[in-house]
């Protein structure tokens, strides 16, 4: 593996989800794989279980790792080809990337969507340009449109607990996204993650669920069904996956907010008693209540936690090519 920066870079879902799986019970197995190795981890937006858990990942394989937080420590980058940087811009991508691809063997990178022009956010132009001028292989921690590390946690996540549900199987999981409320417009990145990888394992029925004006991107969602009636989408799914996004269409906005689409116990009656993900942070009694996140069908704790394993997973397999 090159870089890592959506399904499409994972010739193998389920050998890497088993390589996850494996570092899970013995975490230390490879630890001298990376000595003498150098990761960056550079963040242009907050973190903490992304940034911890890759962190943690790589001092597992004996690397060293250095974080440097560009918003706060670094220079203000530019990142359009032919820029005039006569504004608050002060280095150009095309010069930092290539001294960090010196410094460093592998770059991670987390960044986020502005949320106020489709184009260039969808245009992935930040990690784009890291991974075109850096050399080395380039980690995606986050992008403006994806966050292939969660989705691979996630998709680790339901093999481990399927193995626990009693039920045939011959026959597929169905697996829910599910649309919920939330104070103030997010990211479509992990919705779209989850529903690009999901779609790429082909191992269960998946169906997503959301108001109408919420449509994800038909590039991430296609071969999923889509619901608009939330009742009707939970009825027997085995796993619900909880996430709120932004309007695609009219990009970056929030039109409905209803509370009725918040998961309940209630709700989870529809279900075959299904297993609840969410990637954290979440906000409590608006996104997911509390009788969810602390009841007996909550994964939040166990995904968020298998964080590590998917990341030492993605870098073992960067260093082993």
Known sequence: MKRFLSVHDVPDINALVSKALSYKSDPLKDKTLGVNKRIGCLFLNPSMRTRLSTQIAAQNLGMDVIVFNVGSEGWALEFEEEAIMSGSTVEHVKDAAPILGKYFDVLAIRTFPSLKNREDDYSE?????????????????????????????????????????????????????????????????????????????????????????????????????????QDEALQGADFVYVKNWSTYTDYGKIYCNNPEWMLTNEKLKLTKNAKIMHCLPVRRNVELSDEILDGPNSLVTEEASNRVWAAQAVLSQILNG
């Open 125 to 229: 132009l930040f990690i784009n340009q890291f991974t075109k001028y850096a050399g080395i292989p380039v980690v995606s921690l986050e992008s403006a449109t994806l966050h292939p590390l969660q989705s691979l946690t996630d998709i680790m996540t339901i093999t481990e607990e399927r193995k626990k549900i009693n039920r045939d199987e011959n026959k597929k999981l169905k697996i829910v996204l599910t649309w919920a409320p939330h104070v103030k417009p997010l990211p479509q990145c992990v919705a779209n993650s989850f529903a690009q990888w999901i779609n790429a394992w082909g191992e269960a029925e998946f169906v997503i669920t959301h108001p109408e004006d919420y449509e994800l991107s038909k590039e991430f969602t296609n071969g999923a069904k889509i619901i608009m009636d």
